[in-house]
């Protein structure tokens, strides 16, 4: 099993839509998680941390699920402006590194 | 707002030659890394800094590969005899501590010919 893993879509939503992305894991000592957005040929430019009670910051929206090892995103009212590659990240075992997955395409449409 | 700065934004290199992608991190982060993405795959751990040593390494990361901090500010990778497969984006990233976000630079693309 990969240590990250996404679905890469493409998930096409009009705007307005609600979108919902999901990320699985494989190690379950794994401590933080996070939510990256990129852009084309772009650098990953960070969403949102993701914690253990669940968080949200405007329209979207993160949860964290251990005893089944996923994180998920939730965005809501989408705009044109959120069609982008998702990435989902999780720290190493060791604590040093994070691990990507493939990353999830988002494209909103008018 | 602070951010990770990387240079040069792309260089072109000959097969077998060495090359140095350079990075400056923000300012008061201590954990530096470097992260490889091939086009339309996903972005790869290489090496992770800290303390000025290696503190994790991917399997990608072998000898041809060296990171350096040669002073206070510049943290750098450097590939000894490039190959044609070594094309790709480069990111440098840090962060203040583990096991906190990491804020990435805008990239390096490296070209192998």
């Known amino acids: 099993r990969k240590e990250v893993e996404q679905d890469p879509g493409p998930f096409n939503v009009p705007e307005g839509a609600t979108v919902a992305f999901n990320c699985t894991y494989s190690?379950?000592?794994?401590?933080?998680f996070f939510w990256y957005r990129q852009d084309c040929r772009k650098e990953p430019k960070l969403l949102m941390s993701?914690?253990?009670s669940g968080n949200e910051d405007g329209r979207f929206t993160a949860q964290l699920n251990r005893a089944s090892q996923y994180i998920s995103l939730l965005i809501r009212d989408s705009k044109l402006s959120d069609s982008a590659t998702y990435l989902c990240?999780?720290?190493?075992?060791?604590?040093?590194?994070?691990?990507f997955g493939k990353g999830t395409s988002l494209l909103v449409t008018p | 707002e602070p951010e990770v700065t990387q240079t040069p934004s792309h260089q072109v290199t000959q097969m077998g030659q060495e090359v140095i992608l350079r990075c400056v991190p923000i300012?008061?982060?201590?954990?530096f890394y470097w992260y490889r993405q091939i086009l339309g795959q996903k972005v790869e751990f290489l090496v992770s800094?800290?303390?000025?040593?290696?503190?994790?390494k991917s399997e990608i990361f072998d000898d041809q590969f060296s990171v350096e901090r040669p002073d206070g500010s510049n943290f750098t990778l450097k590939i000894r005899s490039t190959k044609l497969e070594d094309s790709a984006m480069y990111f440098c990233?840090?962060?203040?501590?583990?096991?906190?976000?990491?804020?990435f630079g805008q990239g390096t693309r490296l070209t192998v010919v």
């Open positions: 993701v914690y253990s």
């Open positions: 190690n379950s000592a794994s401590q933080s």
């Open positions: 990240a999780v720290n190493s075992n060791s604590g040093y590194a994070l691990n």
């Open positions: 990233a840090s962060r203040v501590r583990v096991p906190t976000e990491a804020f």
């Open positions: 300012s008061n982060h201590l954990y």
């Open positions: 800094f800290y303390n000025n040593e290696i503190s994790e």
